[in-house]
């Protein structure tokens, strides 16, 4: 978290990072450890948003160059 303002990345808010920051892992302002249960479903939860991402890439790439 840039400047350490409760801003999150880019100004886009908490929670909008990769949880590298001194608020993430579970530490800092009252959050507590994981358990492995609710660690492995978090990471879950972060795979399938990044696949959709990558889903959602290649469709448009593959729009751009069908537009050639």
């Known amino acids: 978290m840039p400047r350490f303002d409760g801003t999150g990345p880019g100004g886009c808010g908490p929670r909008t990072g990769r949880g590298f920051g001194p608020c993430g892992c579970g ?6 450890f994981f358990t492995k249960k609710e660690e492995s479903e978090l990471l879950q939860e972060e795979i399938d948003e990044i696949e959709k991402e990558l889903e959602a890439a290649k469709e448009r790439m593959s729009e751009i160059k069908g537009q050639k």
């Open 27 to 32: 530490v800092g302002h009252g959050r507590r």
